[in-house]
């Protein structure tokens, strides 16, 4: 045992960020957008909409999630839920929730991620 040393590692890191971080501006916002549907083209009509809005790096991807994804929503990484919910009141989306495995392997480096649903396909023209 060598009296000489310590060790002071502080493993009290784990502090909840997730209510107090503020939401980013829109344009700093990273927004992928999924169609969760089987309407063409629907996650680039609405990450046009969102980039009307503000929301700059707002891309649409391909990839579909699978499910039926009856309702649209958005799903946010770790201390980014303000954005996820700025993100949603633009496109009147209730279902706010952590990102799952599934979003999170379509949508590469984004910190939020909107899969929309058929709630949104029947306002598409």
């Known amino acids: 045992v060598s009296a000489g040393h310590t060790h ?3 493993h ?3 502090t909840s960020t997730e209510a107090s971080a503020p939401a980013a501006s829109p344009a700093a916002t990273s927004v992928a957008v999924l169609n969760g549907t089987q309407t063409a083209g629907l996650a680039h009509t609405i990450s046009g909409n ?3 809005s503000g929301y700059t790096q707002a891309i ?4 579909q999630p699978p499910g039926e994804n009856r309702i649209t929503v958005v799903e946010y990484t770790h201390g980014h839920r303000a954005d996820a919910e700025g993100v949603a ?3 009147s989306v209730t279902q706010v929730q952590p990102m799952e495995s599934t979003a999170a392997s379509l949508s590469g480096s984004a910190t939020v991620v909107v899969i929309v649903g058929l709630d949104k396909a029947a306002t598409v023209p």
């Not at 649409?60 to 990839?63: D, E, K, Q, R």
Request: glycine share 6%; hydrophobic share 25%.
């Open 8 to 10: 002071s590692k502080s």
């Open 12 to 14: 009290t890191r784990h």
């Open 50 to 52: 969102l980039s009307q």
């Open 60 to 63: 649409a991807l391909n990839g």
């Open 89 to 91: 009141r633009t496109l």
